[in-house]
């Protein structure tokens, strides 16, 4: 795995490592919705970003979608990055998650998972990124 991510940095520089979940099986089915092309999008709240704004996503940066071991599994390039208050997400953007057909189921499961993570307040500010796959690194 070292000598894969060593790779991936020489390629992608400067590239982020993450996973799409703190849940493996949630993790694993984001990295098929992206590999199928149905999640382009991704928010979290900005609160989560304090004390850390380098962890902001950037246009045009690179980063790597992790498999639950650790394992590089995609690149994605960040297309969009937008803030804007969870109470004005639209259905054309909730929808590029790929998880929900329609904003209300969205917003049901943001909510939820904002409420478990220490807060949800229906103006509380998000970052939203739009994303394309670059590589799909199982085809390597």
Known sequence: MIDE?????????GAGTFTFSDEKVQSD????LVR?????????ALAEFDGDPEALPKVGR??????????????????????????????AMAVTEGEDNTLDAWRKRHEAAFRRDGGFDPEMMLVFETFELV???ADR
Request: charge should be negative; aromatic fraction near 6%.
């Open 36 to 44: 199928a092309g149905k999640k382009t999008a991704n928010s979290a």
């Open 62 to 91: 690179h980063d790597i979608a992790a498999n639950w071991d650790g394992t590089a599994a995609l690149i994605i390039r960040t297309v969009s990055v937008q803030q804007i208050r969870f109470c004005d997400v639209t259905e």
């Open 29 to 32: 089915a984001l990295l098929e």
């Open 5 to 13: 991510m060593e790779d991936l940095q020489v390629t992608y520089p």
């Open 135 to 137: 590589e799909d690194l």
